[in-house]
């Protein structure tokens, strides 16, 4: 039985300078040298385990070095691909152009655009995927350090799915199920390390956020259930205690009126065959939201791994903060032995977009583990 607040984070981590150089020259088709990137990629895996390291984190990850981006990464292994099309802007971002015009300038990977399925879907990463396995095993080798666990992460086939225009297949149905099927690979062989299989999946809470309007929420919850429904099946050979799911309202600086409220998904939610659920509880639209634990408790043997340090501002919130935070959901789910702390969201989630400075995400991260001391010695 933990006697302490676990700590950990949610996937990506700041990338240096000359990272983000060689992620944009592979972007944009541009020749990289192999030993460059992989000098470059392992220096920056080692530099992230050995913060996380100092920084006092308990489960730990590769923080995504190698990726463009938490879900844009899987255009580079799947086969299907072909060109790319206009993408939407979210309802809420819509509603205020003047702002959406300016909120995703990245150099690094064009969010204005998808990447477009013309063709059957199948998986073609796996030497990537292997390369960035046996990087993140060599990281650990060297840094040496008595981390609790590791997790990995990788998109859910719903987020997968959403980041992809299907021209090829005949529903949304199939072709998240055809996603899944492809990504499987993936899944099982990252959980064959031993690390925690950590799925992201905002899409559990934003697929309304593009061209769903005023539409009742009622309306939503066939697409979450599709989802789900994906998600279990592309994982029914990785056990339910080795998955976490990250689910969230979008990690980006913007309105975020029109998300939809926990309370009308997360029973939804609840059909996941997992053994975690990640989601955002300092986001200042949805901090009220931790009460929904009480009045829709966990299922058994889950954790809940409650945001409770923003990714959006450069402010560092006082490990006060963060303990009251953490405070207030342990209350609500009943049983502090089940809650790992961590901020909302990846702090770098779309390479060289950050809202974070570098620094500060550390000094926020510092802020999450002493906040979570401190929850600790209140709690236990």
């Known amino acids: 039985m933990a006697e302490h607040i676990s700590t950990t984070h949610i996937g990506s981590l700041p990338r240096d300078p000359d990272l983000l150089d060689l992620l944009k020259r592979r972007q944009d088709g541009d020749s990289v040298d192999a030993d460059e990137w992989r000098q470059t990629v392992q220096d920056a895996t080692e530099s992230v385990v050995r913060k996380q390291a100092e920084v006092g984190l308990d489960v730990v990850n590769n923080g995504e070095q190698p990726r463009v981006s938490f879900n844009w990464y899987v255009a580079n292994r ?12 979210w309802d809420d971002l819509a509603d205020y152009p003047d702002y959406a015009s300016d909120a995703f300038d990245t150099e690094t990977i064009d969010l ?24 993140f095993a060599d990281a650990r080798d060297t840094v040496d350090a008595d981390f609790e666990g590791t997790f990995l992460t990788a998109a859910s086939p719903g987020v997968a799915a959403a980041t992809l225009v299907n021209e090829h297949y005949d529903s949304h149905e199939e072709f998240v199920h055809a996603v899944g099927d492809a990504l499987r690979e993936e899944y099982e062989a990252i959980a064959d390390t031993g690390a925690v299989l950590h799925l992201d999946a905002p899409d559990l809470l934003t697929t309304g956020h593009r061209g769903f309007g005023d539409r009742p929420v009622e309306k939503l919850k066939p697409i979450v259930r ?3 429904n994906a998600l279990n099946e592309a994982t029914r050979n990785v056990p339910d205690d080795q998955i976490r799911v990250h689910t969230c309202w979008g990690s980006y600086e913007g309105p975020h009126h029109r998300d939809t409220p926990l309370e009308a998904v997360l029973p939804e939610l609840y059909e996941l065959d997992v053994g975690g659920l990640s989601v955002e509880e300092a986001n200042p639209r949805h901090e009220h939201e931790y009460r929904v634990f009480a009045e829709h408790p966990l299922p058994d043997d889950w954790e809940l791994i409650p945001g409770v340090v923003d990714v959006k501002t ?42 974070v ?9 510092d802020a999450l583990v002493e906040g979570a001391q401190r929850a600790s010695d209140r709690l236990f």
């Not at 799947?78 to 802007?89: E, S, V, Y």
């Not at 990447?115 to 390369?131: I, R």
């Not at 400075?357 to 991260?365: F, N």
């Open 78 to 89: 799947l086969t299907g691909i072909g060109g790319a099309r206009d993408a939407p802007l």
């Open 357 to 365: 400075h570098p620094d500060i995400a550390w000094k926020k991260l």
């Open 314 to 355: 450069n402010v560092v919130e006082h490990p006060d903060v963060v303990a009251d935070r953490i405070e207030r959901v342990a209350d609500a789910v009943g049983d502090p032995a089940r809650i790992t702390a961590a901020p909302d969201c990846g702090f770098d989630t779309q390479a060289g977009l950050a809202m």
């Open 112 to 135: 204005t655009e998808q990447p477009a399925v013309t063709g059957p879907v199948e998986y073609d990463g796996t030497a990537a995927l292997d390369e960035e396995l046996e990087t």
């Open 226 to 228: 599709l989802h789900v």
